[in-house]
């Protein structure tokens, strides 16, 4: 399947990044830089470099969280609430210094961004820039605002908690799994690439199969699996709810994955390093392996997001 991907040159190598999986790529051969049409399947062939690899400063993708409010309470969110959001003339600022830095790929995230009026005009904004952006949604609002965002974003990642109403809502809410999966059917109609994303936790795992086989009847392109990260409000669940490395990896290689559909893990370690904007405009980057996140600095310039340490210092 055709999409759209990042293309870019670091110390001489070409780096393709994914939007929906949100991997980094060393293709087999040269590309010109930018957003680029390129086969999904053979992209995901090729190798994978992870960030800490690159020995670069500036980061090869960031998570921008512009919007603290969400409509859901799940008591496993990695937000803290307590931030202060800006308001939209300091978002659209904040998405211009983003477009302005050396990176491939910016996923907003929340919060819930689809509470946000503006949210195709910040899209818009980084592509431009020649930015690939993706929205991590609740997909609460994806049914009603998908054909609004085809075209303005290059990639949806919808999250659930389970393949069944009484699996994902006892997490999330009554009614969000049934608005989950109309949003991702919706987003698929209107040509959206969608990749589901799920926590895998003790409680969760005797689903995984399940959900992957609803990703493949609803039209998903991938399932992400996310080993739970004890960060924000997750802290208190990690005791019970935390699977090792090894319980995460064996879940996951035991799936059976339809033709089509592609399933990856995303490990604590491989979460370490990530780089992370907050509402309030303050630049965070994941320790590693991803256990804690240390405010970093402001973002006033595309330079601020070249960051090393917990003092900022390059």
Known sequence: MMRIFGVARRNGATLVHDPATGLTHRPDHNLPVGRHHLDGDEVGEWPVVHPSSLSELTPVSVCWSPIVRCNLSCPHCLDDKRVTELGLAERRRIARLIGAADILGVDISGGEPLLLADL??????????????????????????????????????????????????????????????????????AGLHVQIQTVLMASTRPFAQDLVRLAYQVGAGGVTFLQMLPIGEAVPLAQQELLSDHEARAVVDALEVPTGLSVRLRTRQDAGGFTVIRADGQVWRNNRPAEHIETLRTLTTPADLALTGPDGSA
Do not use: C, M, Q
């Open 120 to 189: 195709v005009d910040l899209a818009e904004e980084l592509t431009s820039a020649g930015r690939v952006v993706s929205v991590t949604t609740n997909g609460w609002h994806l049914e009603y605002r998908a054909a609004r965002l085809a075209g303005h974003i290059d990639a949806v990642k919808v999250s659930l908690d389970g393949p069944t109403a009484l699996i994902h809502d006892g997490w999330r809410g009554r009614g969000s799994f049934n608005r989950a999966v109309r949003g991702i059917r919706e987003a698929v109609a």
